[in-house]
Each structure stands twice: as C-alpha cells, then as structure tokens.
C-alpha cells in the first residue's frame, strides 16, 4: 500500500464542488457560494438556508430599486 499524502488539493476541490452545487441550486454567485461555506462550513442544510436568504435579499433589493 502506498502512503498517501494531504497537498490540501482535495479539501479544495470538494468546497468547490459543494460551491457549484450551492450555485447552480439556489441562484446565488459560485462567489457568494464559496463564502458562505468559509463562513457557516459544509453543513448542507445551513448553506442552504443562508442562500435562500441571501437570494431573497438581492431580489427585495432589486425590486426596491
């Protein structure tokens, strides 16, 4: 068995992923996506949360405009 080894690559990759998804599933920014995982972590159903609310904060300002 070889040894393996942390570069810190995969962490990256799956925050991404998570990120994407997170997009592409809510209507938020990949870049609104990636911090709310900085700031709440990779809890599925709190990311969510917070980016229904951060989506219906854009659109009531939107519409306020």
Avoid: C, V, Y
């Amino acid at each position: 068995m070889w040894p393996t080894f942390d570069n810190g690559d995969e962490p990256k990759a799956q925050r991404k992923m998570l990120a994407d998804r997170l997009a592409r599933e809510t209507g938020i920014s990949e870049e609104e996506a990636e911090r709310l995982i900085q700031l709440i972590g990779t809890d599925w159903n709190s990311l969510r949360r917070e980016a229904r609310f951060l989506k219906g904060r854009h659109e009531d300002g939107a519409a306020s405009t």
